[in-house]
């Protein structure tokens, strides 16, 4: 049987929790500098916008809550939303697939955006 602590298995969701900012992107980006190419739109994120909880089906998940009112700086379909601390591109997940538009308001819905489970 194997066993890992709730802080073992933090110590990557802690790492995406670090991230200070989340861009909505039309591609993935290969790297922090890629971002750039690809973003449409971005928040700043601070600790309180991430919720660390027990996993759906075990271990620890991370969530990030509903992101609002910042305009499209791009127009495009958000296909990925890129984690980054400014230095460091740390965490891509897949996105809705919505279209952002420049100038436009868009949101992020509230979503899981990662999960570790136990070992077994």
Avoid at 80 to 96: P, Q, R
Wanted: hydrophobic share 40%.
């Amino acid at each position: 049987m194997a066993l890992a602590s709730d802080a073992a298995l933090d110590g990557t969701l802690d790492i995406i929790a670090s991230c200070t900012r989340v861009s909505a992107c039309t591609s993935q980006p290969a790297n922090f500098a890629g971002i750039a190419a690809v973003s449409v739109g971005n928040y700043t994120l601070v600790g309180g916008d991430y919720t660390k909880a027990n996993g759906d089906t075990s271990g620890r998940k991370i969530s990030l809550g509903a992101k609002s009112g910042n305009n499209g700086t791009a127009t495009g379909v958000a296909n990925f939303l890129a984690y980054d601390d400014g230095v460091t591109l740390h965490w891509v997940t897949a996105a809705s697939g919505d279209t952002v538009n420049s100038g436009s308001p868009w949101t992020i819905g509230a979503y899981k955006i990662a999960e570790v489970a136990d070992p077994t």
